[in-house]
C-alpha cells in the first residue's frame, strides 16, 4: 500500500489540469465539469431545456445494488465516481469520470470522458439482452495503492476495461475485446485485470442471419413489437484476465474468478453484504417463510461464529443495506418505515449489547451509501435537489452536504414541495408528494397535473422523467407526484411472484386502490380550494401509464392524459410473442383465444374507446408504439382526441437526450392547451397545438365537466 502522502500528491497534479483546454473548448464536453460550487449563481425560472441538461451519477433508479456508483479511494480522501450530462441540441452525452476531494470538495475533476453513454441492457427472459433506456450503473474500481482508476469506457459502440494515472491523468484502454466488457475486478497484487464478457455472442447472431435465409420462425425468441428479428439468446460468460504492463490475455485462474464473489460461503438468499478487514461478516438473509417478497433478517459472523438479531427493527425488506463502522464493533443498517414505508431509518447494532437504536429518520432518498471511516458517505436526493454527496456524521446524526454536480439548481425559482399522507377506499395508507405553483396566492384555484409512479426522491419527471415537474409549477399548475406503492403493499404478500401480481390483477384491485388514492387525494385539494376540478391532468409511463388508461375507462375527474410505454388491449398477445405473453398469463392476464370481454370492459380502448372521458397524447418509443396504435386508432375513429408521436431508436425510457426534450415541450404544450387553452408561440409547436384545436372542435364530448 502506498504511502498517504504519496498518494495524495497525485491527485494534487491531477488537480493542476487534466485534459488540454484546447481539446475541450470546442466540444460540448467541456461543460460536462460543474463550476466551482459557489460559482454557478443560477435564477430564473426552471425550464426543460435545463432539466434535460441537469448533471446526473447513475441511472435514476438504482436497478442492482451490487453495482456501486462511486468508490472511495484507499486512503478515504478521495471519491471517483462517472458524470453524464445530456446536450438536446447535439442530441448527445457526455460521460466522464470525476474525482473530488473529501478535504476540498468544491471542485471536481474530469480525468477521462467518453461521448457514448453506456446503456444499462441486462439480460432477461433467456435473451441476450433487455434494453429498458436508463444509464448503467458503472463502478470506478481503485488501484489498491491509489494510483490510478479502471472504469468502463464505452467507444465506437463497444463497452471496454480502461484506467487513467490520477497523477498525469494519462487514460489507457486496457482491454481489447470483440464483444462488450460486462464487469471487471483488479488483482490484489494490481498487475492484473480480470473481466467478463460472453464472446460467443456474436456467433449467436450470426445464427439468426443464417435461420433467416429459410425464415425465422416465431417461438419464444419473438418479440414483435421491437421488430421480426428473433431476440438474440444470452451466452455464457466467460472471465479472461489482462496483464495490465504486457497487454497479455488469458483465461482467468480459479482464484481469480473468486474475486466476483465477495459474499463466498454465506446463504444462498443472503443479501447486503459487508465486510471489516478483519474478517467479520454481516449480511440480511431472508427469513424462513413461504411468502414472497421474503422479509430479511439481520446476521453477523464474528471469530467464527454467527449470530441473528432478533429484535423488530432487525427485519426489513430487500431494500436494506448493511455496514460496519471503522472498528468493526458496530453494525449500521437501513430501513424503510414510517407511513406507507415512506422514510429511511439508518440504524445502529452492537451484536450481544441489547437492541439497535435508530440514529437517522429520513424522508429524503439515499440512493447508495459506503462507509467512510466512522460515517457514511451517501448520494442524496431531495424532492427540490438533484442527486448529489452527503456525509452522515452517525456519532451526532448530522448530514453534511459535500458535493453537488448541479450546484446552481437550488437557487431557481422552484415551487415549494408538501408530503401529503391518506388513506385510499381500502384503508390501504398512500403518501405524494404536492408541488406549488411558482408564486402561489391563496385562495385562487390553479391547475393540476398528476405524475406517477414514484415520489421519494428529486421530483424531476416522474418515472420515466417524461413531465418536468418543476418547470409545470413555473407555469401555474399544481403537481401532485403519487407513489403507487408496491404490490404487496396493496395485496398483501403472496406464495410466489405469479401469485402476487395475479392478486394485484385479479378483477384490477391493484389498480382501483391506485385511482381511489389518486381521486380522493385529488377531490381533497378540489374541496380545500387549491385545484379547479375542470381542470386536471393525469401522466404516467409503465405501470403509471397502466392507470391512465384504467382512469380513462372508469374515472370522470381527468380533463387530460399523456401517456408511454403500455398499451392493454385484447390483441396484446400477438405483439409481445409467446415468451412475455406467458409471463403475463401467469398473473392474470386473459389469453388471446379466451377473448374475455368481462375482463377487457374495465381497461382496453379499443372495445369502446367512446367510453374515454379525456384527450389522450400517446409518445412512444419505436419500439413500443405498436401497443398503443391500436388505441389510438381506436379513439382518433369515434373522434376523441388523441395524438401518436413515435421516437426512434428508443426503448422503454427515452434516453436521447433531444428526443426527452421534445417529450418533455410537448407534454407542458399539452396541458397548456387542454387545461388553460393556452398554444405555444414556437411555429413548431405552435402548428401541433393547431392540430388539437380542430379535434377539440370535431369532438362531441359525451360526459359533462
Known amino acids: 500500500m502506498g504511502s498517504p502522502k504519496r498518494f495524495a500528491a497525485t491527485l494534487l497534479a491531477a488537480a493542476a489540469g487534466v485534459l488540454p483546454q484546447s481539446v475541450l473548448a470546442a466540444d460540448v464536453c467541456a461543460r460536462l465539469a460543474p463550476p466551482a460550487q459557489k460559482k454557478e449563481a443560477r435564477s430564473g425560472p426552471v425550464t426543460p431545456e435545463l432539466l434535460a441538461q441537469l448533471r446526473d451519477i447513475g441511472p435514476a433508479t438504482l436497478p442492482d445494488r451490487r453495482r456501486k456508483l462511486f468508490a472511495i479511494s484507499p486512503d478515504g480522501k478521495w471519491v471517483a465516481f462517472v458524470l453524464h450530462r445530456g446536450f438536446p441540441n447535439e442530441n448527445m452525452y457526455c460521460a466522464g469520470l470525476a ?10 475533476r474530469i480525468l477521462d470522458f467518453s461521448r457514448e453513454l453506456i446503456r444499462d441492457e441486462p439480460p432477461r427472459y433467456g435473451w441476450a439482452k433487455f434494453p429498458i433506456g436508463t444509464a448503467a450503473p458503472v463502478t470506478p474500481r481503485w488501484a489498491p495503492e491509489g494510483r490510478w482508476i479502471a472504469y468502463l469506457k464505452r ?18 484502454q486496457v482491454t481489447h475485446s470483440l464483444v462488450n466488457v460486462d464487469d471487471f475486478r483488479i488483482s490484489e497484487d494490481a498487475r492484473t485485470i480480470v473481466y467478463s464478457s460472453r464472446p460467443k455472442l456474436p456467433e449467436k447472431s450470426a445464427e439468426i442471419d443464417r435461420e433467416g435465409l429459410r425464415g425465422w420462425r416465431f417461438d419464444r425468441r419473438a418479440f414483435p413489437v421491437r421488430g421480426a428479428r428473433p431476440q438474440t439468446p444470452d451466452a455464457e460468460r466467460l472471465l479472461r484476465s489482462v496483464d495490465i504492463e504486457h497487454g497479455h490475455e488469458r483465461d482467468a485462474r480459479v482464484d481469480e474468478a473468486g474475486l466476483f464473489d ?3 460461503g454465506l446463504p444462498g438468499n443472503a443479501t447486503a453484504y459487508s465486510r471489516t478487514s478483519g474478517g467479520s461478516e454481516a449480511w440480511a438473509e431472508s427469513t424462513e417463510t413461504p411468502l414472497f417478497p421474503p422479509l430479511f433478517r439481520l446476521a453477523v459472523k464474528q471469530n467464527g461464529k454467527s449470530e441473528e438479531c432478533h429484535f423488530q427493527a432487525c427485519e426489513f425488506d430487500w431494500s436494506t443495506s448493511v455496514w460496519w463502522d471503522e472498528k468493526g464493533t458496530r ?3 437501513s430501513r424503510r418505515e414510517g407511513w406507507a414505508n415512506s422514510l429511511t431509518g439508518i440504524y445502529e447494532w452492537i451484536p450481544g449489547q441489547g437492541k439497535p437504536k435508530r440514529i437517522i429518520l429520513t424522508g429524503d432518498a439515499l440512493i447508495e451509501c459506503q462507509a467512510l471511516a466512522d460515517d457514511l458517505l451517501c448520494l442524496r436526493e431531495r424532492s427540490r435537489r438533484p442527486r448529489h454527496f452527503v456525509r452522515l456524521h452517525l456519532a451526532t446524526g448530522q448530514i453534511e452536504e459535500i458535493f453537488d454536480p448541479n450546484p446552481g439548481f437550488s437557487n431557481l425559482s422552484l415551487g415549494r414541495v408538501e408530503r401529503l399522507n391518506w388513506l385510499n377506499g381500502e384503508n390501504v395508507p398512500f403518501y405524494g408528494d404536492l408541488v406549488y405553483p411558482v408564486g402561489y396566492q391563496p385562495g385562487r384555484r390553479y391547475p393540476m397535473v398528476i405524475v406517477q409512479y414514484r415520489t421519494k426522491g428529486f421530483l424531476r419527471g416522474g418515472i420515466g422523467d417524461e413531465v418536468p415537474i418543476q418547470a409545470l409549477a413555473g407555469r401555474g399548475y399544481f403537481i401532485l ?14 406464495k410466489s411472484i405469479e401469485q402476487l401480481v395475479a392478486a394485484f390483477n385479479d378483477d384490477f384491485r391493484g389498480r382501483r386502490n391506485i385511482l381511489s388514492a389518486i381521486e380522493i387525494a385529488t377531490r381533497r385539494l378540489i374541496d380545500n380550494g387549491f385545484v379547479d376540478q375542470e381542470r386536471i391532468g393525469i401522466s404516467g409511463l409503465s405501470d403509471g401509464c397502466t392507470t391512465v388508461q384504467f382512469a ?5 375527474l381527468f380533463s387530460a392524459g399523456s401517456v408511454s410505454g403500455c398499451g392493454w388491449e385484447p390483441f396484446q398477445d400477438a405483439i409481445l410473442g409467446p415468451m412475455i405473453a406467458q409471463n403475463y398469463h401467469e398473473s392474470g392476464w386473459p389469453r388471446l383465444a379466451e377473448a374475455n370481454p368481462g375482463f377487457w370492459s374495465k381497461i382496453s380502448i379499443i372495445n369502446d374507446p367512446r367510453r374515454v372521458s379525456f384527450p389522450l397524447l400517446f409518445q412512444a418509443a419505436d419500439n413500443e408504439y405498436l401497443a398503443m396504435v391500436g388505441g ?9 382526441p388523441s395524438d401518436l408521436y413515435i421516437f426512434p431508436e428508443e426503448d422503454h425510457i427515452k434516453w436521447q437526450p433531444a428526443h426527452r426534450l421534445a417529450v418533455y415541450e410537448r407534454n407542458i404544450d399539452w396541458f397548456d392547451f387542454w387545461l388553460k387553452g393556452l398554444v405555444p408561440s414556437n411555429p413548431a409547436r405552435k402548428a401541433e397545438a393547431e392540430r388539437w384545436s380542430e379535434m377539440k372542435a370535431s369532438w362531441k364530448r359525451p360526459f359533462p365537466k
Open 99 to 108: 474525482i473530488f476531494s473529501l478535504e476540498k470538495p468544491t471542485t471536481v
Open 155 to 172: 467507444e465506437h459502440g463497444l463497452t471496454q476495461v480502461w484506467r487513467v494515472d490520477v497523477g498525469t491523468g494519462d487514460a489507457s
Open 262 to 264: 465477495v459474499a463466498r
Open 331 to 333: 453494525i449500521r443498517f
Open 481 to 494: 407526484s403519487v407513489d403507487n406503492l408496491t404490490y404487496e403493499d396493496i395485496v398483501g404478500r403472496q
Open 552 to 556: 380513462a375507462i372508469n374515472s370522470q
Open 632 to 640: 389510438h386508432t381506436a379513439l382518433v375513429q369515434v373522434g376523441i
